[in-house]
């Protein structure tokens, strides 16, 4: 179902969405959830990265959320920190980094 959010964001791409223009459509609304999906906090109890990578995450220690960067190892299922710091605390919730800003 398309909500206002949805046409804003199709309006913003000018997007024609003529009446009988349902592939178009369809891919749009597939474009948003895919947006959507790659920008928001995964929870770790819903899933972990598939790649060796670095993430931001969202560490709980005792009760206090904080957010840093770690590096997910598929091998071996764990999230190490940077330098070899590995401060106390779960990590909770995880997101791939940006993209970087393109030169000027």
């Known amino acids: 179902m398309i909500n206002d959010f949805d046409l804003k ?28 999906e790659s920008d928001r ?7 972990l990265p598939e790649e060796d990578n670095s993430y931001l995450v969202i560490m709980a220690d005792d009760n206090r959320p904080w957010s840093t960067c770690r590096i997910y190892n598929t091998s ?3 999230w190490i920190g940077f330098y070899d710091t590995d401060i106390s605390g779960d990590v909770t919730h ?3 980094l940006p993209e970087p800003p393109e030169s000027t």
Do not use: F, G
């Not at 906090?41 to 899933?47: F, K």
């Open 9 to 36: 964001e199709i309006s913003e791409h000018n997007i024609s969405l003529r009446k009988y223009d349902y592939e178009s459509i369809r891919e749009v609304c597939t474009e948003l959830l895919r947006r959507r």
């Open 41 to 47: 906090w995964v929870p770790v109890s819903e899933r």
């Open 76 to 78: 071996y299922k764990k």
């Open 94 to 96: 995880w997101r791939p």
